[in-house]
């Protein structure tokens, strides 16, 4: 089972590529969209609930082995990825979970809350991103981790913070968010989101 936590404030087409790619390439037989309930440095974010409604438009096109867990909800606060899992682990036990993570987040890892545990816990899917910088000496955050190899593409380079710099200023983000899911952001009014002029 692969993990693919994030904000997703908004999910876009690169989240979407990213897991089609894991669920076509790794040995998993489903992939799960988790969204931070709060994010870990009190970035902030739109509800937990429309980032959860907009995760399912995002992943309901990759069909039935794209789900969407809600259990960031359940444990509330601050995400911390090591209770993340535990909690999954814990209501999921014959289940193997790896984690998808960017390979400019790998030089992060060994910093996060738990670290080292949390690297005991799980296997890490490493996807790249065009545009990210990897250090070339850093390749595992713990060296006894299993990871698989950083596969031969890179994702584009889309972020939501672009995104919704976009959606506020009126511009145009046809064909960096799914249309179902850039629906549900105009009709909720998210983000500040201004129909772009015609």
């Known amino acids: 089972m692969a993990l693919y936590g994030g904000s997703f404030n908004p999910p876009h087409v690169a989240h979407q590529l990213v897991a089609l ?12 969209f988790v969204p931070t309930f709060q994010h870990a440095f009190d970035k902030p974010l739109t509800s937990f609930e429309d980032r959860l409604a907009m995760c399912e438009l995002a992943a309901a096109p990759l069909g039935p082995r794209a789900r969407v867990s809600a259990v960031e909800r359940e444990l509330g606060g601050k995400s911390r990825t090591l209770l993340t899992v535990g909690r999954l682990q814990a209501l999921e036990p014959d289940t193997s979970f790896s984690l998808v993570v960017g390979a400019d987040l790998l030089s992060e890892i060994d910093s996060w809350f738990g670290a080292a545990e949390l690297c005991q816990l799980v296997s890490f899917i490493v996807v790249g991103r065009q545009g990210a910088k990897q250090d070339p000496t850093k390749q595992d955050p713990v060296a006894s981790v299993p990871m698989t190899e950083e596969g031969p593409l890179a994702m584009p380079a889309v972020s939501s913070t672009h995104v919704r710099a976009a959606l506020a200023a009126g511009e145009s983000v046809t064909g ?20 772009p002029s015609r």
């Open 176 to 195: 960096l968010v799914s249309r179902a899911v850039l629906e549900y952001i105009y009709d909720r009014g998210l983000f500040g989101a201004r129909p």
């Open 21 to 32: 790619y894991v669920l076509e390439t790794q040995p998993v037989d489903e992939l799960w």
